[in-house]
């Protein structure tokens, strides 16, 4: 069993800057792929970055490519997303999930998600 907690979320300018955290506990957390998913109102769940249980693999949605970075310190068993040049259509609850040994686009796939945190962009 894995338990998730994001925080960092929050209201911020359009231009402006968020660091994600997404906390972990319970089995041995480099053991997991992570990602990082968002919706916004009347949207689909859509894949924001993810991350191998190594860091050794990221990959981006092309909506935030060059200005969101995906990263996990294994030791604090916690996962970031640093998201800059924060857009108005980054406005979403974002969450994070973890699945066992790999990490995925399907969002089904994945077998433990935190609760999310809300992040508010204003234009």
């Known amino acids: 069993q894995v338990q998730l907690v994001e925080s960092g979320g929050g209201l911020v300018q359009a231009g402006g800057s968020l660091r994600l955290s997404c906390a972990a506990s319970?089995?041995?957390?480099?053991?997991?792929?992570m990602a990082w998913f968002r919706q916004a109102p009347g949207k689909e769940r859509e894949l924001v970055a993810r991350i191998s249980g190594s860091g050794g693999f990221t990959s981006y949605a092309d909506s935030v490519k060059g200005r969101f970075t995906i990263s996990r310190d294994n030791a604090k068993n916690t996962v970031y997303l640093q998201m800059n040049s924060l857009k108005p259509e980054d406005t979403a609850v974002y969450s994070c999930a973890a699945s066992f040994r790999s990490t995925y686009i399907d969002f089904r796939k994945y077998d433990y998600w935190g609760q999310g945190t809300q992040v508010t962009v204003s234009s």
């Open positions: 319970g089995r041995p957390f480099s053991s997991y792929g």
